[in-house]
């Protein structure tokens, strides 16, 4: 009896990671969808890369509104219908996208992206707390494969974005189809996640000091600067590498879109070694070592003057860039009791770079150009490597 109880038990953990691993993997794919066709979007609008931004903004506010209360919705409705409503929301999002493109519409376009940054946001933080709960299971290192999905799914999401592009297949019909793979898989796989438990709080800690606890938390806060600096290229990585191949090489806009499923393709393979590599040399060295590589691959590919040299580039900032993020979710999730509050605010700061940066990098590329703009993350790179012991493991008794 108790051993098929441990059976249903371990069935019922590799299947909440199977389901995990697919809500990741779709959310790249809805991600790259958008981020690929970049160049797309500025030629059926009609703008500059600083419009651009402020349209990548509104993405960034919705998501920025969304993040700090994540914590607090997981907590009352659970993991899956957190998921649910963010796919379902996202869907819609990108409907109201595809719809104003059609139209040519500024506002209909800068409107859908703001609510599809609130569905990415409640998504994001709900997945990971979903992924952190499933290796807390498992007892062994996976958040980055999850991360890998992620991954994997805009590296899927890239090429058919090049495919489209080079096919002529306009962005608006893109998005719709899209849109319903969103929902489908949104709805279906979060049946098979874990159950919702409520968490008891430690002795006298209260409900209502739940979240502000977090935000006063030192190793928490730190952890978020980390990720802050650390996602800062991923996101330039995944907004910008496209656009920059286009300004800076005279690339093609599918030749562009090819460079960001390199980029993607390298951060998917590191992600997928990624958990051996952790637990083989701890969080703390493999994040400095990530960070010197982002550095040195975003050197080279702002530098390069031809698009091999640059496609080498790409491939080493992608693979700095893989698992900075991951390890950050892990950080603040390795105290359960707290880890919905924590990885919401690690979330929040992390994405006040991975959302907000790039428009920053759209308005800079205005005046330097989108190429040499993206030298302007070297600075959050560096204090990332520079404070990475933060998210060294919490000990425990």
């Known amino acids: 009896m108790n051993t098929n109880t441990g059976t249903d038990r371990e069935a019922g953990v590799t299947a909440a990671a199977a389901a995990t691993f697919v809500v990741f993997g779709i959310n790249g794919l809805v991600f790259a969808s958008w981020a690929a066709r970049i160049p797309a979007v500025t030629e059926i609008l009609q703008i500059t890369s600083g419009q651009m931004g402020t349209l990548l903004l509104c ?9 700090p209360t994540a914590g607090l919705v997981v907590g009352r409705i659970g993991t899956a219908n957190t998921v649910r409503f963010s796919g379902a929301l996202a869907a819609a999002a990108g409907v109201g996208i595809a719809l104003s493109l059609s139209a040519a519409s500024i506002p209909g376009t800068a409107i859908s992206l703001f609510f599809f940054g609130i569905a990415i946001g ?12 499933v290796e ?79 935000w006063r938390d030192s190793r928490t806060l730190l952890i978020g600067v980390v990720v802050l600096g650390a996602t800062l290229t991923e996101g330039a990585g995944n907004d910008w590498i496209a656009k920059a191949s ?11 879109a ?43 590919f702002v530098l390069a003057e031809n698009v091999w040299v640059a496609a080498v580039g790409a491939a080493l900032w992608g693979i700095g860039a893989a698992l900075a ?34 428009p920053l990098l759209g308005y800079l590329g205005d005046v330097v150009g989108i190429h040499q703009a993206l030298l302007a993350i070297m600075a959050p790179i560096l204090l990332a490597l520079l404070l990475a012991g933060a998210a060294r493991p919490l000990k425990t008794d």
């Open 136 to 214: 807390h299971r498992l007892r062994r290192t996976i958040m980055p494969q999850f991360h890998a999905a992620f991954s994997g799914g805009a590296f899927v999401g890239a090429l058919v974005g090049a495919g489209l592009s080079n096919l002529g297949v306009g962005l608006p019909l893109h998005l719709l189809v899209i849109a319903g793979v969103v929902l489908l898989a949104t709805l279906v796989a979060p049946r098979y996640f874990l159950p919702h438990v409520a968490v008891a709080l430690p002795e006298g800690e209260t409900k209502t000091a739940k979240g502000p606890s977090a």
């Open 246 to 256: 286009v300004d800076g090489l005279g690339t093609a806009d599918s030749t562009g």
């Open 122 to 133: 409640l998504w994001d933080v709900s997945q990971n707390i979903e992924g952190a709960d």
């Open 325 to 358: 993020f991951p390890m950050g979710m892990s950080a603040a999730a390795d105290d359960p009791a707290r880890a919905a509050a924590r990885v919401s605010v690690v979330s929040t700061l992390g994405y006040i770079s991975f959302l907000a940066g790039p």
């Open 258 to 300: 090819l460079m960001f499923a390199l980029f993607v393709l390298a951060m998917t393979a590191m992600r997928f070694m990624g958990g051996r590599v952790i637990d083989a040399y701890g969080r703390v060295a493999v994040l400095r070592a990530s960070m010197a590589a982002a550095a040195a691959g975003l050197g080279l």
């Open 59 to 67: 993405t960034a506010v919705g998501s920025l509104l969304a993040l």
